[in-house]
């Protein structure tokens, strides 16, 4: 199947602090990219769903100004978490489609957060 | 009432052992289903997905669509310890968003 490569894996970083987490479709064109949290022994979380080009559709509940979602290219979507806090403290896990699939979203291989 | 339910187990079964997951859903529009299986501290890899009702099977794996019950189905034949791990379905209507149920944890016993 098509790569999707997420970096960092795990980031420790204090509170107040931002931190970027980059999302690469490898081998394909992501026109769509999901961004998801999940909390241990939970499902995925979708937060926001960004095309490349335009703004990221965030889902309800989730605040668009502290975590900035970019997708400025087919191939790279950047979740950024601004003034980070304990409670962001998550796994964080991004998914991405090409414009011919209804159904193969690949996953990156998710960032462990911990804000201290 | 969630999108689409799933039993989170534990599911822990001897080598060798045919597995059979489940999930139930509410919305009738979604069309497209899936299967994914997550490592601990990895992101879900995708399985196998089916459209609309019916069953498709790739090697160990069977996955089963009932549309008139709502009920999604994924079965593993000779069970095998590598296969422990948490298994996610998901739902879609068109593709531009999945609904995930929480994951069924799969212990596999030697």
């Known amino acids: 199947g098509a790569v999707v490569s997420q970096h960092p894996s795990w980031v420790i970083c204090k509170s107040g602090t931002s931190v970027k987490i980059e999302c690469r479709s490898l081998d394909f064109q992501a026109t769509t990219m999901f961004w998801y949290r999940q909390f241990p022994k939970q499902s995925l979380m979708l937060m926001a769903t960004s095309n490349e080009g335009s703004k990221a559709t965030y889902e309800q509940g989730v605040e668009k100004d502290k975590f900035l979602i970019n997708h400025a290219s087919l191939t790279l979507s950047t979740l950024t978490v601004t003034s980070a806090h304990p409670e962001d403290s998550s796994f964080y896990i991004c998914?991405?489609?090409?414009?011919?699939?209804?159904?193969?979203?690949?996953f990156g291989q998710g960032t462990r957060l911990t804000v201290v | 009432q969630k999108e689409v339910e799933q039993d989170p187990g534990p599911l822990s079964v001897p080598e060798g052992a045919i597995v059979s997951l489940n999930c139930t859903y509410s919305n009738s529009a979604f069309q497209y289903f899936m299967w994914y299986r997550q490592y601990s501290r990895k992101g879900p890899e995708l399985l196998m997905y089916t459209y609309s009702s019916g069953n498709k099977e790739d090697g160990r794996f069977t996955a089963q669509v009932d549309k008139s019950s709502k009920y999604i189905s994924l079965f593993i034949r000779d069970s095998q310890p590598s296969d422990s791990a948490t298994y996610l379905c998901?739902?879609?209507?068109?593709?531009?968003?999945?609904?995930f149920g929480t994951g069924t944890s799969l212990t596999v016993i030697p």
């Open positions: 998901a739902t879609s209507v068109s593709g531009n968003q999945f609904y």
């Open positions: 998914s991405a489609r090409g414009p011919d699939s209804n159904t193969e979203a690949f």
